[in-house]
């Protein structure tokens, strides 16, 4: 079936080090990939997107991989700031039909000074 | 400033009660969505609209209903059927082309 599915539900670092936050999908028709953050009580946030033709994409300070043998996506955050903290939201969109978003569980990131 | 707008942040029903969920949008979306999400869960789709005056259930559409009388709003009523109505309503809207969502700032109902 649809599915898209976070690893880790909780993710703790230290301020200033590097976060992954994994994410796994099951569907291999996606052809488009995005992650977002929300902040608590506020709604989702767009972070950075990545087409299937693409195996890695940088923003400012993330960066998102995508490896489509194993059907896993990751959001790196670079120098993890305390404004970080958030939960962040893999979601997948399925080729065809209407554009409909798939999204995860969810990863807690907490960071600490 | 274009965006999404929904209103209000805070709503109280008593049980038994309808309730509307306001959703504007200005950035000139043909689709819009809502979402449930409940606390330490994801989102879920509960009705979604490609187009003024058509919309089709998500999800979790039993106990919900709208409307897309306009191309700029998208209002939810919670109906009485719906047995747990107590959760945070997100709604966003896109482009009918493969692209993401943009968020409203979300609306806490609380059943009392």
């Known amino acids: 079936g649809e599915s898209v599915g976070l690893h880790l539900p909780t993710l703790s670092v230290q301020e200033g080090d590097n976060s992954i936050i994994n994410c796994a999908y099951s569907?291999?028709?996606?052809?488009?990939f995005i992650w977002y953050k929300q902040e608590s009580g506020k709604g989702p946030q767009f972070i950075i997107d990545i087409r299937s033709n693409m195996d890695k994409r940088q923003g400012q300070r993330v960066t998102v991989l995508l490896n489509k043998t194993v059907k896993h996506l990751s959001l790196q955050i670079a120098a993890t700031q305390p404004g970080d903290s958030a939960v962040y939201f893999c979601?997948?969109?399925?080729?065809?039909?209407?554009?409909?978003?798939?999204f995860g569980a969810g990863t807690r990131l907490a960071v600490h000074p | 400033d274009g965006g999404i707008t929904q209103s209000p942040k805070y709503l109280f029903r008593k049980e038994g009660q309808n309730v509307t969920l306001s959703c504007e949008q200005n950035?000139?979306?043909?689709?819009m969505y809502w979402y449930r999400q409940d606390p330490g869960q994801g989102l879920r789709l509960i009705y979604y609209s490609q187009i003024v005056n058509d919309f089709q259930k998500g999800d979790i559409a039993e106990g919900y209903s709208v409307s897309r009388e306009k191309k700029e709003s998208f209002p939810l009523t919670v109906t009485s059927a719906q047995k747990n109505p107590t959760a945070f309503y997100l709604c966003?809207?896109?482009?009918?082309?493969?692209?993401?969502?943009?968020f409203g700032s979300g609306t806490r109902l609380t059943v009392v």
């Open positions: 979601a997948e969109i399925l080729s065809g039909g209407y554009n409909k978003l798939i």
């Open positions: 569907n291999s028709a996606s052809d488009y």
């Open positions: 950035l000139n979306h043909d689709a």
């Open positions: 966003a809207s896109s482009m009918t082309r493969v692209a993401g969502y943009t």
